[in-house]
């Protein structure tokens, strides 16, 4: 039976790799569950990251309490500590190339040895597809890989690059070459969580090229558009207490360069309670800002809508 494989990638500071495998399994079982189709084989792929800078934000956080005056900074624990410093700390360690390159190095091992052997995904069987289910800084770190230009420079040695490669060939349409764009699984849906992807269309600004992912995404929606004929299903879920997330269904213009025909693009609002929206705009949202962004992984909902989203690609 032709194969969907859901890619699950987690965000900043996830720490427990078993922990968050579980997790990732509870949302697939919800997906599964979801999909009527039952001629198809749904395959979870839990892309694993977190740990890989886990010891420099333990370094730089015991520096700041070293200082005489820590503890007269406010809300050093909940706000500082719990959400500013790893969201901040993994996205500056991933700017570094020694941090990314370790990055891509676990997450190409994770992937070829959860869907391989290499070959079943550059070549796969008719039918096959891809879905992306990714949380916060780690829709970032995907698409940088898959479209960012830094990754084709000379100064990158012959293993990353080999990585790089092997990533984006897994994906109909991202291939270096005419023939490698043609290599690959189609990708059929994404399902952002908590993204602050739409910052990205910034990156647009005076032409900037190293971390602009704009050309090299609409180039692989054309060439996929071209083989399935029909928008991209583009899932964008966002908690309104969430500080991190941002909807995208208006910016999308901005990074496609107008192209915005070539997805089919949704804001989705997670569930919240009551008191999120008596106290929406006090401090109070955002001293619990960090339970909203992680909120996703466990909402019942979102995992149902990923399903119902799967299930039309499969009609």
Do not use: C
């Not at 977190?50 to 070293?66: N, S």
């Not at 230009?149 to 990585?163: A, G, I, K, M, Y």
């Amino acid at each position: 039976m032709p194969t969907d494989y859901i890619i699950f990638m987690h965000g900043v500071n996830v720490r427990d790799r078993q922990g968050f495998q579980t997790q990732a399994n509870d949302m697939f079982e919800v997906i599964k569950k979801s999909v009527s189709d039952r001629s198809r084989t749904l395959k979870p792929v839990v892309l694993f990251w977190g740990d890989v800078g886990e010891e420099r934000i333990k370094q730089l956080h015991e520096g700041f309490t070293k200082s005489p005056q820590w503890h007269k900074f406010w809300f050093r624990d909940e706000l500082r500590t719990n959400q500013i410093l790893p969201f901040v700390g993994d996205a500056a360690m991933y700017l570094s190339r020694t941090i990314s390159k370790n990055i891509v190095r676990e997450i190409t091992q994770q992937a070829i040895k959860q869907m391989g052997p290499l070959e079943s995904i550059i070549h796969p069987p008719e039918g096959d597809r891809l879905h992306l289910v990714t949380h916060s800084w780690g829709t970032v770190i995907l698409f940088d890989i898959l479209f960012a230009s830094r990754w084709e420079e000379s100064v990158l040695d012959d293993e990353t690059l080999e990585q790089i490669e092997n990533i984006r060939r897994g994906f109909f349409g991202i291939g270096a070459n005419e023939e490698e764009k043609s290599y690959g699984i189609p990708l059929a849906s994404i399902h952002t969580m908590g993204s602050p992807i739409s910052l990205f269309s910034l990156i647009n600004v005076d032409g900037a090229k190293s971390f602009n992912l704009t050309p090299k995404l609409k180039e692989f929606l054309e060439a996929r558009q071209q083989k399935k004929l029909k928008p991209l299903v583009w899932r964008n879920y966002a908690h309104p207490g969430d500080p991190i997330a941002y909807p995208l269904e208006g910016v999308m213009p901005l990074l496609l360069g107008g192209a915005g025909d070539l997805v089919d693009i949704k804001d989705i609002m997670s569930p919240s309670n009551w008191l999120w929206g008596a106290f929406g705009d006090t401090i109070l949202p955002i001293l619990n800002g960090g339970n909203a962004h992680g909120s996703y992984w466990t909402q019942k909902e979102i995992a149902q809508e990923i399903g119902k989203a799967i299930g039309s690609k499969s009609k």
